[in-house]
């Protein structure tokens, strides 16, 4: 019964290839965000959206494309895909856009070769 | 294992002692603060939070204690476990519900 899961776990890809990335959610949250973390364990939000509407974008090559078919699920599209994209993605979910909790997924690891 | 070629700053305890963690935030007008534990291989999760308005907050096992003055978050481990070896993140809510984390500590358990 995760209340975050995410698929893949592990993504290995050639460069300039593009790959998505699924996010569910089964905890009734309206707000999900995406983070990347990187090889020094550096955590950085990338997009929040609520009840299906973009509500944080932050500086992020636009070949990645996020998306929320429903509330439930916030996938992430990436294209062209770089050296520099190999790391851990994370999904997360909150009750809100204001309640602060915020709970996570297990992570996807992409390997860009 | 993971944190092998990491460079964040690491504490070490005996098994049983008790842990503090620190952390230095940036931004004066945060008003909640919450600190994650990151186990190898897993997400980040929730451990307890704070708010602006209180300086101490205990769970079981754990308090946060909050330093407004120099912008300073610390999380207290009693009897610290084998099972709490992990990665710790402290991060401050900013405009947004957006977290902002900090760089992270490597907690070791000794046995």
């Known amino acids: 019964d995760t209340a975050v899961s995410q698929t893949p776990k592990y993504l290995v890809t050639q460069m300039g290839n593009d790959k998505s990335i699924k996010c569910e959610q089964n905890?009734?949250?309206?707000?999900m965000y995406w983070y990347k973390q990187d090889s020094k364990k550096f955590l950085k939000i990338m997009f929040s959206y609520n009840n299906k509407e973009l509500i944080i974008n932050e500086t992020v090559p636009n070949r990645f494309s996020p998306k929320s078919p429903d509330k439930a699920h916030l996938n992430l599209h990436i294209n062209s895909l770089e050296l520099g994209d190999s790391a851990v993605y994370f999904c997360?979910?909150?009750?809100?856009?204001?309640?602060?909790?915020?709970?996570f997924g297990p992570g996807t690891r992409l390997l860009v070769l | 294992g993971e944190s092998v070629g990491l460079h964040l700053p690491t504490l070490s305890v005996q098994e049983g002692d008790n842990s503090i963690i620190n952390c230095a935030y940036s931004n004066s007008a945060s008003d909640y603060f919450i600190w994650y534990k990151q186990e190898s291989g897993k997400g980040p999760q929730f451990i307890i939070d704070?708010?602006?308005?209180?300086d101490k907050r205990q769970g079981q096992r754990v308090t946060v204690l909050l330093n407004k003055t120099v912008k300073h978050l610390s999380l207290q481990i009693a009897a610290t476990q084998p099972g709490d070896s992990a990665v710790y993140f402290c991060?401050?809510?900013?405009?947004?519900?957006?977290?902002?984390f900090g760089a992270g500590t490597i907690l070791r358990v000794k046995s």
């Open positions: 704070i708010r602006s308005n209180m």
């Open positions: 997360a979910s909150s009750q809100s856009a204001t309640q602060e909790t915020q709970y």
């Open positions: 991060a401050e809510l900013e405009y947004g519900n957006k977290l902002v």
């Open positions: 905890l009734g949250h309206d707000t």
